[in-house]
């Protein structure tokens, strides 16, 4: 696989899927782990381009905290995390880090984060003259730069009123309340819980002045308004009046997966029509008290710019967020494939649930294992004999394209021989992802985890490689590599 960027990233912001996380300051669970700036920084360094921040009031009424509202999660300090972004934004990739904020602040508060922000970041900090964008800039104008996005103020403090009324009398046509049923299966997470739940065993700089003039930057520090450049829209109205394209106006719509399940289950043109010049972002339902998330493939096959992640949870749903944002050099913007942003004569738009024909096959070949001897205890995994690995291939991607095999079991031996080879027919190769998962069998117990990995199928290069795996945290091993092949035909 390449690692570097090699994309055009000339394009608007919305032609690109952004790595992005959700309560992104958060240290463990939903309901009372700590909050602090570790996390934060921990995906930044991942290459997380977009973190998310909520804004409470603390408890003199005069200091702002960031925490999980209502919740026994422990505060940090704003301006605390506002410095670590400053410090690790661009540790893993120079293209521009959004940081999304949940404002609940009284007026002199949001006054008081104005300052903040543009003291902390200065030069740093982007936002259009204009208080509205026709479109997106590009991650090459934006490179490092931070940029704001959340609901403009006077709209925050009616939206939480006019989303009541809303929600009541929508019950029954586009609340998020009745949908919870009919999420489809593409996006409702696996059992993070389980090792094999797919078997049937337990388991830069602008080139003309007018682009330039976006980027100028005041001497004095703008007002708090001022500094959003990416407004967060008040849905209103239903789904599909939210999901309206505007002809002189961009701007983010954050839908929860609930009711992004519902709108693709009835609106799925128009999600993608709206993506291909507004930024939609998806973020877990509030149920997930153990930092789970949501399956992201279906979200890609929309277009979905922003899938908001738990980045401190763990489980194959976020293995596959890993696994995506390997790709381009790991710089946290991956380009959409074309058939994502193309209009055909009759203003017509990719169709998610269109039966496609095979456009590529991929030949895999797993030939051996070797490392687990240098990262592993003797005993890891059985007292007392060697162990007996098995690898499982498969494909995350469209749902015709989906599948998991599995090599056959090498018993007693810590360097397996497999020597099997998989075929993938592939409808949307340019979505799909390998996965790659090594278990050592351990009948009756449940199968011991050996290794995982996620590769971007449009980024494997032919022939013979060495590939690394990772642990459910997604942190690469030392030592352990599976030698493999890889053939398009």
């Known amino acids: 696989m390449p690692f570097q960027v090699h994309q055009d990233m000339s394009a608007p912001l919305s032609h690109y899927f952004i790595y992005t996380g959700h309560n992104s300051y958060l240290t463990g669970n939903q309901l009372n782990s700590n909050c602090s700036d570790v996390p934060i920084v921990k995906a930044l360094k991942r290459g997380v381009r977009m973190v998310e921040l909520d804004l409470w009031p603390g408890s003199t009424k005069e200091n702002v905290h960031v925490l999980h509202g209502r919740t026994l999660t422990t505060p940090v300090e704003l301006i605390k995390c506002l410095k670590s972004i400053k410090e690790h934004a661009f540790s893993a990739s120079p293209y521009p880090v959004i940081i999304t904020l949940e404002d609940h602040l009284t007026p ?20 259009p003259k204009s208080e509205s964008l026709p479109e997106f800039p590009s991650p090459e104008e934006l490179k490092y730069r931070v940029i704001i996005s959340t609901k403009p103020p006077k709209e925050y403090l009616e939206a939480k009123s006019s989303e009541d009324k809303v929600n009541n009398s929508q019950k029954g046509k586009d609340s998020d309340e009745d949908v919870s049923m009919k999420v489809p299966p593409d996006l409702t997470v696996d059992h993070e819980s389980n090792d094999k739940s797919d078997s049937g065993r337990s388991e830069g700089s602008s080139e003309n002045d007018e682009s330039n003039d976006e980027c100028d930057r005041p001497l004095e520090a703008p007002a708090y308004k001022h500094l959003i450049a990416i407004h967060a829209a008040k849905p209103s109205g239903g789904l599909k009046a939210s999901l309206k394209v505007e002809p002189n106006k961009v701007s983010r719509l954050s839908l929860n997966e609930q009711a992004f399940g519902k709108a693709i289950a009835y609106h799925r043109r128009d999600v993608v029509r709206f993506t291909q010049k507004n930024l939609l972002r998806v ?56 058939f994502l942003l193309n209009v055909s004569p009759h203003n017509q738009v990719f169709d998610p649930k269109a039966k496609l024909p095979v456009k590529k096959t991929l030949k895999v070949r797993v030939y051996l294992g070797d490392g687990w001897n240098f990262d592993f205890k003797k005993t890891h995994f059985d007292f007392y004999s060697p162990p007996d690995f098995y690898t499982r291939v498969g494909i995350a991607g469209a749902a015709a394209d989906k599948t998991m095999k599995e090599t056959k079991k090498k018993q007693n031996n810590w360097k397996p021989v497999w020597n099997e080879e998989f075929t993938f027919p592939l409808t949307v190769p340019e979505l799909a992802l390998l996965r790659i998962e090594v278990y050592e069998y351990n009948m009756p117990e449940k199968d011991m985890f050996a290794g995982q990995t996620c590769l971007p199928v449009w980024e494997l290069r032919q022939g013979i490689r060495a590939v690394p795996l990772f642990n459910r945290k997604g942190e690469m091993y030392s030592s352990v590599r599976l030698l493999m092949s890889f053939q398009f035909v």
């Open 108 to 127: 002199d508060l949001q006054a008081k984060v104005a300052q903040m922000i543009s003291q902390t970041f200065g030069d740093m900090l982007f936002y």
């Open 283 to 338: 973020y877990p339902k509030a149920t997930r008290f153990n930092s789970s998330n949501y399956k992201p493939l279906i979200g890609w096959m929309h277009g979905v710019q922003l899938l908001a992640f738990n980045m401190q949870g763990h489980g194959r749903s976020l293995w596959l967020m890993h696994g995506m944002f390997r790709a381009n050099g790991g710089c946290g913007y991956v380009k959409k494939p074309d």
